[in-house]
């Protein structure tokens, strides 16, 4: 059974950094590109990142370059998100989600999220 | 970037209704979209994929079509459990977008 499970999330100050954790099972990992997702309470979905297969390419929301890191480790089945300066906009449920086929594949499963929340 | 404009952002039906939603893209994405149903405090599910290929396991009563940029996911006969919340994404660019939401009420 396909299962991702996020970690990570937490109250963090404005300015703060934070990096979360998504463990992947019941799949080959390193076959699929990887994302995370964020919603902002009670708004919709946005896409944040991407990764390959890999790690060799990666993909970010515009607005969030610069503040964003997304790695990988396929010995490890794990997907990670390390974020910096963080501003009460930032404040969601973070989703990670495999790809399917490829970069331009549907998310086919999700994680059930972990809750990030900006303030002080 | 490319927008998404979903439409409607809410709507209300009764059970049995046949219910459509539509996403029209700023620019070609070919058929890469893809429509998710979310219900509160939980992620979402993906229902269709490639603008018209139905998911392993979503009933049938939902279809997905393509006319050019515009893409519409249609429920046929409205089921009690479908009462939710209902996304496109576009996954052509390499900066994917989702559409805005439509919340699927009961009338």
């Known amino acids: 059974e396909v299962q991702l499970v996020e970690s990570g999330g937490n109250l963090v100050q404005p300015g703060g950094s934070l990096r979360l954790s998504c463990a992947a099972s019941?799949?080959?990992?390193?076959?699929?590109?990887m994302s995370w997702v964020r919603q902002a309470p009670g708004k919709g979905l946005e896409w944040v990142a991407n990764?390959?297969?890999?790690?060799?390419?990666?993909y970010f929301l515009d607005s969030l370059k610069g503040r964003l890191t997304i790695s990988r480790d396929n010995a490890e089945n794990s997907l990670y998100l390390q974020m910096k300066s963080l501003r009460a906009e930032d404040t969601a449920v973070y989703f990670c989600a495999r790809a399917m086929y490829d970069s331009s594949g549907s998310f086919d499963f999700w994680g059930q999220g972990t809750l990030v929340t900006v303030s002080s | 970037d490319i927008q998404m404009t979903q439409s409607p952002s809410s709507l209300s039906a009764s059970v049995g209704d046949r219910v459509t939603i539509t996403c029209r893209a700023s620019?070609?994405?070919?058929?890469?979209l893809n429509w998710y149903q979310q219900k509160p405090g939980r992620a979402p599910n993906l229902l269709i994929y490639g603008a018209s290929s139905l998911q392993s396991g979503v009933p049938s009563r939902f279809s997905g079509s393509r006319s050019g940029t515009d893409f519409t996911l249609t429920i046929s006969g409205l089921q009690p459990e479908d009462f939710a919340t209902y996304y496109c994404h576009q996954s052509y660019s390499t900066l994917q977008t989702f559409g805005q939401g439509t919340k699927v009420e009961i009338k």
């Open positions: 990764i390959n297969k890999d790690g060799s390419e990666k």
């Open positions: 620019q070609s994405i070919s058929s890469y």
């Open positions: 019941g799949f080959t990992f390193s076959s699929y590109w």
